[in-house]
C-alpha cells in the first residue's frame, strides 16, 4: 500500500508568528515522523503551485489579487482571524497546489492514497473571503480540478475539522457533482453547519451536516461516520473521497471542546479507507485543515498515515478522556439526522 506525502519547507513561509496556526505545526510533524520512520515508509512528493486560473475556479480574481498584492506589502490581517506575511500568498498557492499534485498522484495511481501536509489551511475560504485562518480554500480547489481533469463525475468530501467548512459548503451548495459531508462542533464557528443545510437547487440532498454538542468523543464520531457517513456515501457511490482532515476535536486541542483521541482519528481514516476501497478504488486525498495542540497533531497526522498504509498498530500515548455527559440522548440523535438526510432504517 503506497502512501503518498506531500510537504515542502515553503509552507512555513507563511509566517504568522505567535498565532495558533504557527509553522511549528508542520515542524514538529515532520520531526514526529522522521523519529519513528514513518516518513522512509512513505512515498514523498512535491508539491507545485497552483495556477491563477486553477485558484479562480473558486475565489474571485479580484480576490486572488488582493491576497498577492497584501503579501508584496508585507503582509497584514485579512479578518481578525486570518494573518498574512510577506512569503504568505507564494505558501497559499503551493498549499492549494499540494493538493492537487496528491490529486493527480492518486488519480495517475502513482500511490493509492495521499496526505497533503500544507498550511495555510482552507475549507473556511470562500469566493470572495479569507477567514478563520484560511486564505485559499485547497479541498474545493481539488475538487475542481479533479472534475476538470479526470473521467469522474461524483466526489464526496468528508470534512472532520471541529468547525464546519462553511467555505466549502459554499462553493459546492448547489452542485451535485459533489457531496459535502461535515461533522463538527455545534454551535461554533463559523456559526454554519446546521443540520438543515442540505444543499440548494440540484444540489439540494448532496450537502450534508452532522452538528454536534461540545464533549462527544470518539464513541460518537464512529456512530457519525458508520450510521451516516456510510451509508451516504454508498449512495452516492463517489469515485473519489477527499478529506478535510482538521485534528482540533482532539481533547487536548484548547480551541474546542470535543472529546476524540489519536485512536479515534486513526478510526475515522480506517472507516474512511474501507468506504474506499469499496466505492472508488481506494482513491482518496486527506488535506490538512486545523489541529493546534502540537503533540495531539503530530500523533493523529502519524496515526492517520499508519491506517491508510494499512497499519493498524496505532500509538496513542496521550490516551483517552471520558466523554463529558449529554442532555441529548446521542441514539436519539442519530435516528433523527437518518430521518432528515433520508438514510433508511
Sequence with gaps: MIVGLIYDPVYLEHDTGTHVENAQRLVDTISHLE?????????????????????????APEYISRIQSQAERGGG????DTVTSPGSYNAAIYAAGG???????????????????????????????????????????????????????????????????????????????????????????PGTGSIDETGARDGEGFNVNVPLLAGWGDDEYQAVFEDILAPVAERFEPQLILVSAGYDAHWADSLAMMQMS???????????????????????????????????????????????????????????????????NFDNFIKMARKIHQIES
Excluded at 77 to 80: A, E, H, I, M
Excluded at 262 to 288: H, N, P, W, Y
Excluded at 298 to 315: C, H, K, V
Aim: glycine share 6%.
Design 262 to 328: 489519536v485512536s479515534g482519528f486513526a478510526r475515522l481514516a480506517e472507516i474512511t479507507k474501507t468506504l474506499a476501497d469499496m466505492l472508488c478504488q481506494g482513491r482518496m486525498v486527506f488535506t490538512l485543515e486545523g489541529g493546534y495542540n502540537l503533540e495531539a497533531l503530530s500523533l493523529s497526522i502519524a496515526a492517520t498515515l499508519d491506517m491508510l498504509r494499512g497499519n493498524r498498530q496505532i500509538s496513542d500515548p496521550l490516551g483517552k478522556q471520558e466523554a463529558n455527559s449529554s442532555p441529548v
Design 77 to 80: 490581517w485579512l479578518d481578525p
Design 35 to 59: 523519529e519513528n520512520h514513518l516518513k522512509d515508509k512513505l512515498s514523498l512528493l512535491s508539491p507545485r503551485a497552483a495556477t491563477i486560473d486553477e485558484l479562480a475556479t473558486v475565489h
Design 99 to 189: 493538493a492537487l499534485t496528491a490529486v493527480d498522484a492518486v488519480m495517475n495511481r502513482q500511490v493509492n492514497s495521499a496526505f497533503a501536509l500544507v498550511r495555510p489551511p482552507g475549507h473556511h475560504a470562500t469566493c470572495w473571503q479569507a477567514m478563520g485562518f484560511c486564505i485559499f480554500n485547497n479541498i474545493a480547489i481539488a475538487a475542481k480540478y479533479a472534475l476538470a481533469n479526470f473521467d469522474i463525475k461524483r466526489i464526496l468530501i468528508i470534512d472532520f475539522d471541529v468547525h464546519h467548512g462553511n467555505g466549502t459548503q459554499d462553493t459546492f451548495y448547489a452542485d451535485p457533482h459533489v457531496l459535502y459531508f461535515s461533522v463538527h462542533e455545534y454551535p461554533f464557528y
